[in-house]
């Protein structure tokens, strides 16, 4: 085993690690798993990794999308937009999956999910003129 110590259950996890490390010629096991816990203990890290995997499967690498357009990634997909009961106000959809996307693009334009995707965003104008924004998916 390894002195691996950073898992309550340290007899398996050290175990394990071994293996997986001596065995399998892998990374240590636990590498990573603090971004893991975190994504899984935030509901907006849990939904932007789900929909950056479902717009990954429906889209080109490099298709810009509103928050409109994920809103109805997120409705095709059934993945449920945090803080929203339903789909029925599309117009009310988008602002909360903008609400929920402000937050990774505070010090960037850009920002990397723990299991690689990148999601960037960029300021645009409407066909008349408007603000927008628009987010892009890719490895």
Do not use: N
């Not at 085993?1 to 175990?15: D, L, P, V, Y």
């Amino acid at each position: 085993k390894t002195t691996e110590g950073r898992h309550s259950f340290r007899e398996w996890a050290q175990t394990s690690d071994w293996i997986v490390q001596k065995v399998f010629g892998e990374a240590p096991l636990l590498d990573d798993h603090e971004k893991a816990q975190s994504r899984v203990s935030s509901p907006s890290e849990s939904w932007l990794r789900r929909v950056a995997l479902e717009v990954e499967k429906r889209y080109a690498p490099d298709a810009w999308l509103t928050a409109r357009e994920l809103v109805q990634v997120c409705e095709d997909g059934d993945i449920e937009i945090p803080g929203l009961d339903g789909f029925e106000d599309h117009t009310k959809a988008a602002r909360r999956v903008g609400a929920l996307l402000k937050p990774f693009f505070q010090t960037s334009m850009t920002y990397k999910t723990d299991d690689g995707i990148i999601v960037t965003r960029k300021l645009d104008k409407d066909d008349e003129g408007h603000p927008i924004k628009l987010y892009e998916f890719g490895r």
